[in-house]
């Protein structure tokens, strides 16, 4: 885990266009838990964050896009959207693109920018305020960080990796809010 971890961070430091010339599945697996752990980890440590920002009312999570987007779909059409179709959407226009870039000097400006992209299109999901806007770098943290381990794992296993790292840390979340608050 370690490893993964460290191979991770030096790889967002120096992204190049090189897969993982192990094919073994079950060292693949392994790596892909490695990293969903990673990333969900990322979102528990940053995202208490937004709440303190929300009792200084610099934000208001109560306006959440995301909430009005599934309020009132039933269970298990919010896990079809938001763990497959959504995953897979954002994983083929923000991931797809990156190994198009061939060239190592493309391919880092090209990694980076579609990661600010991926990350910074959630900005969205909150109401335009002033505030928002201001913090904005920190309120799309968690996707700025976990679009660069997608990314990571696309080049590395390949896209529908990606898209089911990506499914598979949303459906995490998605059924982390299904639970009843006490």
């Given at each position: 885990?370690?490893?993964?971890?460290?191979?991770?961070?030096n790889?967002?430091?120096?992204?190049?266009?090189?897969?993982?010339t192990?094919?073994d599945?079950?060292?693949?697996?392994?790596?892909?838990?490695?990293?969903?752990?990673?990333s969900?980890?990322?979102?528990?440590?940053?995202?208490?964050?937004?709440?303190?920002?929300?009792?200084?009312?610099?934000?208001?999570?109560?306006?959440?896009?995301?909430?009005?987007?599934?309020?009132?779909?039933?269970?298990?059409l919010?896990?079809?959207?938001?763990?497959?179709?959504?995953?897979?959407?954002?994983?083929?226009?923000?991931?797809?693109?990156?190994?198009?870039?061939?060239?190592?000097?493309?391919?880092?400006?090209?990694?980076?920018?579609?990661?600010?992209?991926f990350?910074?299109?959630?900005?969205?999901?909150?109401?335009?305020t002033?505030?928002?806007?201001?913090?904005?770098?920190?309120?799309?943290?968690?996707?700025?960080?976990?679009?660069?381990?997608?990314g990571?794992v696309?080049?590395?296993?390949?896209?529908h990796?990606?898209?089911?790292?990506?499914?598979?840390?949303?459906?995490?979340?998605?059924?982390?809010?299904?639970?009843?608050?006490?």
């Amino acid at each position: 885990m370690k490893e993964t971890f460290f191979n991770l961070i030096n790889y967002l430091k120096n992204p190049v266009l090189e897969k993982d010339t192990n094919q073994d599945i079950n060292y693949r697996f392994k790596i892909f838990f490695y990293i969903l752990f990673i990333s969900i980890l990322t979102g528990i440590i940053i995202t208490p964050i937004f709440a303190l920002f929300e009792e200084m009312n610099w934000i208001n999570m109560d306006n959440h896009k995301v909430e009005e987007l599934f309020a009132g779909m039933n269970k298990l059409l919010i896990i079809l959207m938001g763990a497959i179709i959504v995953p897979a959407i954002e994983e083929v226009i923000f991931r797809g693109p990156i190994t198009a870039f061939k060239t190592p000097k493309s391919f880092k400006i090209g990694f980076y920018v579609l990661t600010l992209l991926f990350g910074f299109v959630h900005i969205t999901n909150f109401d335009f305020t002033t505030s928002v806007l201001l913090l904005s770098p920190i309120l799309v943290l968690p996707q700025l960080l976990v679009g660069g381990y997608f990314g990571y794992v696309r080049v590395r296993f390949g896209l529908h990796w990606s898209i089911l790292l990506h499914g598979s840390y949303n459906c995490f979340f998605i059924l982390l809010s299904f639970l009843p608050e006490s």
